[in-house]
């Protein structure tokens, strides 16, 4: 009699734990839609295929644009991210537009891209290229492109200079000033 109480108390708190469970991701799922609900217009984020995101890279309108492709999981683009935002701020009134294009993967662009940008206070523009078929589009960019990141791309009209590399913010105002001429 003792092992069929046992046994049966055993098996109550058993099912207790897995309701428990339950209603822990029940939680979780309202907390999450909560939050989707709770977001901004200023947490939008635009995504461009290649396509789409073909017109940043030719633009003949007489300013430098820096496009520097990066993601949240690059250590070395993180890091440099400041000096960009330096470059927009400092160069705003000389003509010269900051492009951020984020090659984060598209199901973390909710929990990790658009935090980061909201958390860093990212004032350049920030966009999201999520096109597949890199093989196709990374030549089109820049033939010497190997696809590592960060990369970076100046222009102006039919000017330009790639880099696959990473910026102090000395380096990188270096690489602009030939512009500016």
């Known amino acids: 009699m003792k092992l069929n109480v046992l046994f049966f108390a055993i098996l109550i708190m ?16 309202i907390n999450e839609s909560v939050q989707k609900k709770t977001q901004t217009k200023n947490d939008d984020l635009k995504i461009y295929d290649f ?20 993601a949240t999981w690059c250590g070395p683009c993180v890091k440099e991210l400041p000096y960009f935002e330096k470059i927009h701020e400092t160069y705003k009134d000389k003509n010269v537009e900051v492009l951020l ?12 891209l658009k935090p980061f940008i909201k958390d860093k206070k990212l004032k350049s523009k920030v966009i999201a290229l999520d096109d597949p078929d890199m093989n ?15 990369a970076t791309i100046i222009y102006k009209n039919d000017q330009s ?4 590399q990473s910026f102090t913010f000395e380096s990188l105002e270096k690489e602009i000033k030939p512009f500016l001429k």
Do not use: R
């Open 136 to 150: 196709t589009w990374i030549p089109k960019v820049d033939p010497s492109w190997s696809g590592a990141l960060p």
């Open 14 to 29: 058993a099912s207790c734990s897995k309701v428990k469970k339950k209603e822990g991701l029940s939680q979780m799922a």
């Open 51 to 70: 396509d789409g995101f073909e017109k940043f890279l030719n633009q003949k309108d007489d300013k430098i644009h820096v496009i520097n492709f990066w």
């Open 161 to 164: 200079a790639f880099f696959e």
């Open 101 to 112: 294009v984020s090659l984060d993967f598209p199901h973390q662009y909710d929990s990790k």
